[in-house]
């Protein structure tokens, strides 16, 4: 078997691994490793060594910018003390912690070599944290806090990482130099973000093939990435900075067709991306132990390793908790934020790129792959019952800022079909009396939800869902009534396509409504 067909196998693998991730309530990640780990112990399968050009540049930019997309500029401003001190206050004191604590468990470690492992594992990974969120719900501030900061830590830990590995291999480090090289790095990163999500922008607006249009915003992350790498600033921050662009322009780039389609490609996407990711994450153990044997014990390893991963998870605890420092509205919800580090793919191709000449390359590689181990599984795995048992949840009824905002939009359409009503002499036409009811209605949720009329809106609710509840079973009708003639050949499949699409379309406007 070739490894281009075992890739083909793993993905299948990883999708069967989701399913069942899926029905055992865990998130999916968790057992992409697991899974990727007993692969890789089955005698005979090809090996697959993940290379960090492979994770920085085929899965980082795709990932960044599409976690840029979903963004909100004003959100992540608004957050900016908090999102500050994670990627950066954080990021360095997790640095100086793990080098003090590895030259003391790793007997032989340099110090160079030591702060080189700091800067690998300070990133955190969210995608083991996202997953449990969907699936248990969280405040948005949660959410919004653990997004944020690792889609900035990245860069800022990657910086370090260049600087402590220059230093490994022999240079010299120079405080003042290395902060020039941050902040050219973070500047530089963010002004060719601005610059690609500008072009791109105005490239996919004059594009009227959709699928065109949709393999543009994949070159544009790969094309920001690049672009900066080669001029030497940061990749990330480049492709985090693409995204948000887009995603704030998002409705002068693209029609409704193209919107609907692009966001239905990059979920998949993201999927393909995250499953691979994670079980190849997996596979690595096998390689990592024979890279270790002959240097150290790997017992010892794995206990230094164990120790590591505790100091990571209680620095991260404790940070939360420092006088002056909000990274969340209570201490519930800073447990929380806390208890969301895991380590992921970053951190392993970070590792994997120190060169073979580094003094203590070996125990690098197979300390980082403890720590994303340790933190992600157990982390991982406790992070729902963490959830439950602190009865942190979200809110599911609409916030203030929501029922104004639906409120608003409400009354600009009733307002406008006031003036469609008078332009009718005596008789106003059925659609335009059924379409005022239901923005009544709309109305009336909103102000039960600013005013916390809650019996009100628990009834209205109901009527809502008992209405989508019949909608879709009539869609579902009309739906067969399609298929039936079809079958007949009394319809063609061109023109079976766009009623199709209509049906589905008000389906999933449907079935969001009731979420």
């Known amino acids: 078997m070739s490894e281009i067909e075992f890739l083909f196998v793993l993905l299948v693998f990883a999708a069967g691994l989701v399913r069942i991730a899926d029905l055992v309530r865990v998130p999916y990640p968790i057992v992409l490793v697991i899974g990727g780990l007993a692969i890789g112990l089955v005698p005979g399968l090809p090996d697959i060594v993940l290379e960090p050009e492979l994770v920085f540049l085929v899965f980082l930019p795709p990932l960044l910018t599409a976690a840029g997309f979903y963004a909100s500029p004003h959100e992540l401003w608004a957050e900016r003390r908090a999102l500050g001190f994670l990627s950066l206050g954080l990021v360095l004191a997790t640095i100086v912690t793990v080098a003090v604590v590895a030259h003391e468990l790793v007997a032989g470690l340099p110090w160079a070599a030591c702060f080189v492992l700091g800067a690998v594992v300070a990133p955190t990974d969210p995608v083991a944290a996202i997953a449990t969120f969907r699936r248990a719900g969280v405040p948005d501030r949660v959410r919004l806090v653990v997004e944020g900061e690792s889609m900035i830590n990245d860069a ?257 359409a009733l307002d406008r079909l006031e003036e469609l009503e008078a332009e009718f002499d005596g008789e106003v036409p059925e659609a335009v009396v059924r379409l005022r009811e239901l923005y009544r209605m709309r109305f009336r949720m909103c102000q039960d939800a600013l005013t916390g009329a809650q019996d009100d809106r628990r009834r209205l609710r109901e009527a809502r869902y008992r209405y989508g509840t019949l909608r879709r079973e009539l869609i579902g009708v009309e739906r067969e009534a399609l298929l039936t003639l079809r079958n007949e050949g009394r319809l063609r499949p061109e023109v079976l396509r766009p009623i199709e699409r209509e049906l589905d379309l008000e389906e999933a406007r449907l079935s969001a409504a009731s979420a």
């Open 156 to 412: 800022s830990a990657l910086v370090a990482f260049g600087i402590a590995l220059e230093v490994a291999q022999g240079g010299s480090f120079d405080a003042l130099e290395a902060f020039g090289k941050f902040l050219l790095s973070a500047t530089g990163g963010i002004a060719v973000g601005l610059v690609a999500g500008w072009l791109e922008v105005r490239i996919v607006r004059r594009i009227n093939e959709r699928p065109l249009a949709i393999l543009w915003t994949v070159l544009g992350a790969y094309g920001s990435y690049i672009g900066a790498e080669e001029l030497g600033v940061s990749g990330v921050l480049a492709c985090v900075t693409a995204g948000l662009y887009l995603g704030w322009n998002s409705h002068r780039a693209f029609d409704a067709d193209t919107r609907l389609s692009g966001v239905a490609f990059w979920e998949v996407l993201e999927f393909i991306l995250n499953a691979l990711i994670f079980i190849l994450l997996g596979l690595q153990l096998p390689a990592l132990t024979d890279e270790l044997r002959g240097e150290l014990p790997f017992g010892d390893v794995v206990v230094a390793g164990l120790v590591i991963s505790a100091t990571l998870i209680g620095l991260r605890l404790l940070a939360q908790f420092i006088p002056g420092v909000r990274t969340a509205d209570g201490w519930r919800e800073k447990v929380i934020v806390g208890w969301s580090g895991m380590r992921g793919a970053v951190s392993l191709a970070a590792a994997l790129s120190v060169g073979l000449a580094v003094p203590g390359r070996p125990q690098i590689v197979v300390l980082t792959f403890v720590v994303i181990l340790i933190t992600l599984v157990g982390q991982g795995l406790t992070l729902p019952a963490l959830l439950k048992a602190l009865r942190v949840r979200e809110e599911r009824s609409w916030s203030p800022e929501e029922a104004t905002a639906r409120l608003e939009a409400a009354q600009s």
